[in-house]
């Protein structure tokens, strides 16, 4: 499936809107959450910079965490409902 997506690809350098591909669930997955908004917090900002060094951090990478959405896909063991919001 297609998302689109604020991607970071350098560095310090002007971000772009990009579609991306994202994996199916898993049988093992509990929730797919469909993201209807994103914003960015410093921390993001010190991301682009490069100034927020974290393990296992590589570019490419998608910024915004701060997202209201709702669920979209529930496995068998899920206690939410389909297009129930989470935060
Ligand atoms: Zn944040």
Redesign the pocket.
């Known amino acids: 499936m297609k998302a689109r997506a604020l991607v970071l690809r350098e560095f310090g350098k002007p971000l772009r809107m990009e579609t991306i591909d994202v994996k199916e669930p898993g049988d093992d997955e509990a929730v797919l959450i469909k993201v209807v908004g994103a914003g960015m917090?410093r921390?993001?900002l010190r991301l682009w910079a490069g100034t927020e060094p974290r393990e296992g951090f590589r570019l490419p990478f998608v910024l915004g965490?701060?997202n209201p959405s709702s669920s979209a896909h529930l496995s068998f063991s899920s206690l939410l409902d389909t297009a129930t919001m989470v935060t």
């Open positions: 917090c921390t993001d965490h701060e």
